[in-house]
Each structure stands twice: as structure tokens, then as C-alpha cells.
Nanobody, 127 residues
């Protein structure tokens, strides 16, 4: 069993910045493929950003590309961050970190492909 915990969400003004952190407990199958998803009220959970298990391949949704940056603090991807800049009201959502035991260069954007999830951290961007 892998425990995933997110932190860093808060209320921020439009144009501001925020850094989300995610910690995943170690597993014999780490490094993980890691991803961030978000879910706004009344909407489906959507892919935001992902990192391949070797850390070399980074992926972003079109809506956050150029504003968000995913990074890992170690080679096992057990500590992953999402740096968010130039935040917009439409970025308001509950942000989830997810871990997959699959070791792949291609990050799957489907939530169903991830094995372990955190409880989420709320990001609210005021206009």
C-alpha cells in the first residue's frame, strides 16, 4: 500500500503563484509515474501535469502549459511538486496527486490508470 499526501493549497489572488507538494510512501516498485489532477465543482476530474517514472518526460494540459511546472525532489519520485504561476480563477479546484506503479515514458492522462491517490488540496483563485 502506498500513501499519498498533498499539501500547499490555499486562497490566492489571480496572477499569483502557489506551490503544491506531494509525498508518496516508498514501494518496492518505485520510482513511480506521478501526476496531478484537479476537479472543480460539478466537473469531471481532469489531468493537469505528469512525470514519467524516470523523471525525463514531463506532460501538461493545454490549459496550464507555460504556467505550471512539475518537478521531483528525488529519483524515486516520492516527493513531487507542482509550481503554479499566473493563476487564474478557472484554476480553482481540488488538486489531487496520483501515483502509478507502471514505469513508462508516456504518462497516461486517464485517472483510471493511477493506483494511489491523495485526499486532495484545495486551490482557490480569487478574481
Amino acid at each position: 500500500q502506498v500513501t499519498v499526501v498533498e499539501s500547499g493549497g490555499r486562497l490566492v489572488q489571480a496572477g499569483g503563484s502557489l506551490r503544491l507538494s506531494c509525498t508518496a510512501s516508498e514501494h518496492s516498485f518505485s520510482p513511480y509515474t506521478m501526476a496531478w489532477f484537479r476537479q472543480a465543482p460539478g466537473k469531471e476530474r481532469e489531468f493537469v501535469s505528469g512525470m514519467s517514472s524516470d523523471g525525463r518526460y514531463l506532460y501538461y494540459s493545454d490549459s496550464v502549459k507555460g504556467r505550471f511546472t512539475i518537478s521531483s525532489a528525488n529519483t524515486k519520485n516520492t516527493v513531487v511538486s507542482l509550481e503554479m504561476k499566473n493563476l487564474k480563477p478557472e484554476d480553482t479546484a481540488l488538486y489531487f496527486c496520483a501515483a502509478s506503479l507502471r514505469q513508462t515514458r508516456v504518462v497516461d492522462r486517464r485517472a483510471s490508470s493511477y493506483d494511489y491517490w491523495g485526499q486532495g488540496t484545495q486551490v482557490t483563485v480569487s478574481s
